[in-house]
T-cell receptor, first 118, second 111 residues
Framework: DAGVTQSPTHLIKTRGQHVTLRCSPI?????VSWYQQVLGQGPQFIFQ???????GRGNFPDRFSARQFPNYSSELNVNALLLGDSALYLC?????????????????FGPGTRLTVT | GQNIDQPTEMTATEGAIVQINCTYQ??????LFWYQQHAGEAPTFLSY????GLEEKGRFSSFLSRSKGYSYLLLKELQMKDSASYLC????????????FGKGNQVVVIP
């Protein structure tokens, strides 16, 4: 079975531009999460989607938005790019959504999109 | 909020044992994950602890103490391919899969 796929692999943009990153989860997985990983740091949570609804949002400005499609794939959009947005953007898929205190679903990460803003 | 702390780097010899520590503070704890990340690649899952104690998986073991907010990952019989960053991530209680990651601990294995 194919793992999590992301496109594009690498991207170079200039300040002020807009970017769209794409993610396809593992077949059968209904939840997608997005993380930003700046060089030398751990991944930082941006969004989680489950069944096309936003289920969690990290501490990121409104320039960041996302959506999930009926086939469970997802897009991350970033407007008005800043130099500080340069990072590896990771998508993680998991089987489902759990209620408070429920068991964790393992998250499987895609290879990431390396975004460079100049 | 959550605060996860890991040491930044360590060097160890092939065949040795290395322990990577992680301390955390969180308003609601519901599990701790360890991931391995090679340079330029995605994190890959190693282990998951939600109850106190030791979980063993081949050469890798992970320990959790919830009362101390502490976990460690033990890597035995180190191999050159184990050179990577090891990330500790905490999942909170509030009904989602959001993970809060530490900065990662870079392990360098030398011959």
């Amino acid at each position: 079975d194919a793992g999590v796929t992301q496109s594009p692999t690498h991207l170079i943009k200039t300040r002020g531009q807009h970017v769209t990153l794409r993610c396809s989860p593992i077949s059968g997985h209904k939840s997608v999460s997005w993380y930003q990983q700046v060089l030398g740091q751990g991944p930082q949570f941006i969004f989680q989607y489950y069944e096309k609804e936003e289920r969690g949002r990290g501490n990121f400005p409104d320039r960041f938005s996302a959506r999930q499609f009926p086939n469970y794939s997802s897009e991350l959009n970033v407007n008005a790019l800043l130099l500080g947005d340069s990072a590896l953007y990771l998508c993680a898929s998991s089987r489902g959504w759990v209620k408070a205190g429920g068991p964790a679903y393992e998250q499987y990460f895609g290879p990431g999109t390396r975004l460079t803003v100049t | 909020g959550q605060n996860i702390d890991q040491p930044t780097e360590m060097t160890a010899t092939e065949g040795a044992i290395v322990q990577i520590n992680c301390t955390y503070q969180t308003s609601g704890f519901n599990g701790l994950f360890w991931y391995q990340q090679h340079a330029g690649e995605a994190p890959t899952f190693l282990s998951y602890n939600v109850l106190d104690g030791l979980e063993e998986k081949g050469r890798f073991s992970s320990f959790l103490s919830r009362s101390k907010g502490y976990s460690y990952l033990l890597l035995k019989e180190l191999q050159m391919k184990d050179s990577a960053s090891y990330l500790c991530a905490v999942r909170d209680w509030y009904g989602n899969n959001r993970l809060a990651f530490g900065k990662g601990n870079q392990v360098v294995v030398i011959p």
